[in-house]
């Protein structure tokens, strides 16, 4: 067994990372300012957008949607329940109804033909999931969705391409920073799009309805001229996050490359134990693999899911779990009547699987590791 706890995620923070902050601090500007301005533009001249806006979160991004859509009482959100909870939650709070769009059992992407049965004359928005790395089929899901505005949640996916662009590109997604994310500013999101006038009203909603950020490059100060043009929020993202994101964003390709590596070890070494089953690889379009994490469903008559996590943690291996379906976590059964047997291969999921460690200080001894202690567990 392992001298050290193994934990299933660990952001890869370079001396690099620590002097692009300390330069923050030194500056005399920590909140809005250039270092956010530089992540929005080199993020989104990467993914292929026109705008982009820098949040605090890619919830905040999820709230400032909704909102400056006009979505509310009536209306009808389609997403996968396979997603974390954010996205439900704010569909919620601002008086709209989640409906949920089933996955394929073997990808957990959420499936075109499920969307489309999902559409009513309510539906004003729909938000797939491109879940650990992996790319929806968005052709396919534009496709049904005719003129029902498609946002792309990327929380999973920078670095994820799709038929040789990268996700968002031509479209709207959101993108999150969070400490587990493939980089990371503490805590972040970046909003992309290539509609003008939906960038201009993020960035105006994001920092209170003002007409312009906190941020003006040739005062250095706030236009005193600014004012209120809507009552809004208070959503931006910092300096010291944004120059973290940023220098970290230089690595991405090597982050991703040394993820995939990893990916590619599991795989090989869990072709030879049945009970363990990663996901598969979308079919039928070119895609290239972020590899935010690496799912496995544990298929044994021996041993349950949580008493699979349970066991690796006695050998000092951590997991994680991404996610229990949203549709039966209690306030929605409670609330919303959702009852199980409704979306049976997102169920499925949601008891089976596990995310094992990946990131990419991880070395492969690590990984090892990992492989020698489920071996153990399932023995």
Request: aromatic share 8%; with cysteine; net charge negative.
């Amino acid at each position: 067994m392992r001298n050290e706890f193994l934990p299933f995620t660990k952001p890869a923070i370079t001396e690099a990372d620590i002097a692009a902050v300390t330069a923050v601090l030194r500056s005399g500007w920590i909140t809005n300012g250039p270092s956010n301005a530089g992540l929005e533009s080199e993020v989104a001249a990467y993914t292929g957008n026109k705008y982009a806006v820098a949040l605090s979160s890619a919830t905040a991004g999820m709230h400032l949607l909704l909102k400056v859509m006009g979505i509310g009482p009536g209306d009808e959100v389609i997403t996968p329940s396979m997603t974390w909870v954010s996205m439900i939650n704010m569909i919620v709070l601002c008086g709209a109804k989640p409906v949920f769009a089933e996955i394929d059992r073997e990808t957990m992407l959420v499936r075109p033909d499920a969307v489309k049965a999902a559409i009513t004359p309510r539906t004003k928005l729909i938000v797939p999931v491109h879940f650990a790395g992996a790319p929806c089929d968005l052709d396919a899901i534009r496709a049904v969705a005719g003129e029902i505005p498609v946002v792309e949640d990327a929380a999973h996916a920078l670095g994820t391409f799709y038929k040789g662009r990268h996700v968002g590109a031509g479209n709207s997604a959101i993108y999150s920073f969070h400490a587990i994310k493939n980089i990371t500013c503490g805590e972040g999101g970046l909003f992309v799009t290539d509609d003008e006038k939906l960038a201009s009203e993020v960035r105006r909603w994001k920092f209170h309805g003002i007409g312009m950020d906190a941020f003006d490059r040739q005062n250095r100060g706030r236009s005193p001229q600014a004012e209120v043009i809507t009552p809004g929020f208070k959503y931006n993202l910092t300096d010291i996050c944004a120059a973290l994101g940023l220098s970290q964003f230089h690595r991405l390709a090597e982050i991703n490359a040394r993820r995939t590596e990893l990916a590619m070890q599991y795989r090989a070494a869990f072709a030879e134990i049945p009970e363990i089953r990663p996901l598969a690889d979308p079919q039928g379009y070119d895609f290239t693999h972020a590899w935010h994490l690496f799912v496995v469903r544990v298929d044994s008559p021996k041993i349950d899911r949580n008493g699979f996590m349970a066991a690796l943690k006695e050998k000092n291996i951590g997991s994680g779990l991404h996610f229990r379906c949203a549709h039966l976590q209690k306030y929605y059964r409670e609330a919303m009547g959702f009852r199980p047997g409704s979306l049976p291969d997102t169920e499925y999921n949601s008891d089976h699987i596990v995310s094992l460690p990946l990131f990419p200080d991880m070395t492969d001894g690590d990984l090892q590791d990992v492989v020698s202690a489920i071996k153990e567990v399932l023995a």
